[in-house]
């Protein structure tokens, strides 16, 4: 079991979905979710099975408090993340990883700050991870606002509270994740960032490879140079929906 950390209670009566994303995560899925349901008792969780070949999604079902969607194949956590929005039941969302490095607990204080901010993501306070992997995120950090002018601190760190009504500001696209904020950001949403807990992956292995990341990156980052030139920028409340 992971060992929480000391986080406020959420004075917000809005009700929140939570989504989690698990590819190949047979041995951290339990305790994530117990974990998730511990401290959001409230929350609606929905776990998007990434197409695993292990016993992820069979894991899962054992939850009858546990939304589950599940795809036929691996399509990737930018798909996972962005299907588990669409199929959320409330307004007020919260993305956060499979994986058990990032802490439930830390998801009160952002949807608290969600009454101050449009957008809210964390940043991870202490990282637990590698040297090289710190190194390369600092790169891909400064490379990419170098190229999208965004404000964030730290793109990787998937804990996030996002409203449903602006997935509408969101392209799909491999890894998508990354560049999130960079296209809320940029349709004029407001961003609070926040210091969160990360703990050490306990269990299994990292489903990313710092070279596929930083070849895959290149295009990506090309792609969204050109796409937030040619984004429209919306109005609040636009474009509307009959």
């Known amino acids: 079991m992971f060992i929480t950390s000391q ?17 190949n995560e047979e041995d951290n899925v339990e305790a994530v979710l117990y974990e ?3 401290t959001n008792p409230y929350a609606e969780i929905i776990a998007v099975n990434d197409g695993s070949r292990d016993t992820t999604e069979a894991l899962i079902k054992k939850f009858s408090d546990v939304r589950l969607v599940s795809f036929p194949k691996n399509l990737g956590q930018s798909a996972a993340l962005y299907a588990g ?28 700050q969600a009454k101050n901010y449009q957008v809210v993501c964390g940043y991870r306070r202490e990282r637990k991870d590698s ?16 190229f999208t002018g965004d404000t964030v601190r ?7 509270v996002i409203r449903k009504e602006y997935v509408r500001f969101l392209i799909p696209f491999n890894e998508m994740q990354c560049y999130m904020i960079a296209m809320l950001e940029h349709a004029g949403l407001s961003l609070g960032q926040f210091p969160v807990n990360h ?5 299994g292995n ?9 070849w895959r990156g290149i295009w990506d980052l090309l792609g969204m140079a050109w796409l937030l030139q040619r984004q429209i920028c919306w109005p609040p409340h636009y474009p509307k929906h009959e």
Not at 85 to 112: E, F, K, R, T, Y
Not at 199 to 203: I, K, V
């Open 131 to 146: 040297w090289q992997v710190k190194l390369a995120s600092k790169i891909a950090n400064k490379s990419r606002k170098l």
């Open 85 to 112: 929005l669409l199929s959320a039941s409330h307004d007020l969302c919260v993305l956060m990883d499979g994986d058990g490095q990032n802490d439930p607990a830390d998801i009160p204080m952002l949807v608290d």
């Open 154 to 160: 730290d793109a990787g760190c998937t804990l996030k």
């Open 199 to 203: 703990r050490p992956r306990r269990f």
């Open 206 to 214: 990292s489903n990313y490879t710092i070279l596929r990341r930083a």
């Open 7 to 23: 986080a406020g209670k959420s004075e917000s009566l809005e009700p929140i979905s939570i989504v989690i994303p698990f590819y």
């Open 36 to 38: 998730t349901r511990l």
